[in-house]
C-alpha cells in the first residue's frame, strides 16, 4: 500500500537511475578493454603489466561504485524534494 501511496516520479526514478548506472557499467566496461587491448601479449605478461591491468581493474570498480553512490543521492534528494 505504501508503494500505492507514492507518487509517479518516486516511483519510475529507481529504474531509471538503474538503467543510467548500468550504462555507466558498460562504458567502464568498454574503457577498460580498450585500454587493455592497447598493451600487446608481452607487456601484459610482465610483472608491471600486471600491476597496470590490476591498477586499471580498481580504477574502473571505483567508478562504478561511486556511480551508484551518486545515483542513490539523486534518488534521497528527488524523495525530500518530492515530500517536502
Do not use: H
Amino acid at each position: 500500500m505504501i508503494f500505492l501511496k507514492m507518487s509517479w516520479q518516486l516511483t519510475f526514478l529507481p529504474v531509471f537511475l538503474i538503467v543510467f548506472w548500468l550504462l555507466l557499467v558498460l562504458k567502464n566496461l568498454s574503457s577498460f578493454r580498450k585500454e587493455f587491448q592497447k598493451m600487446d601479449r608481452k607487456e601484459r605478461s610482465t610483472e608491471l603489466g600486471k600491476l597496470f591491468i590490476k591498477y586499471l581493474q580498481k580504477k574502473y570498480l571505483w567508478r562504478s561504485i561511486l556511480a551508484m553512490i551518486f545515483c542513490f543521492a539523486i534518488y534521497v534528494l528527488v524523495y525530500f524534494i518530492i515530500r517536502a
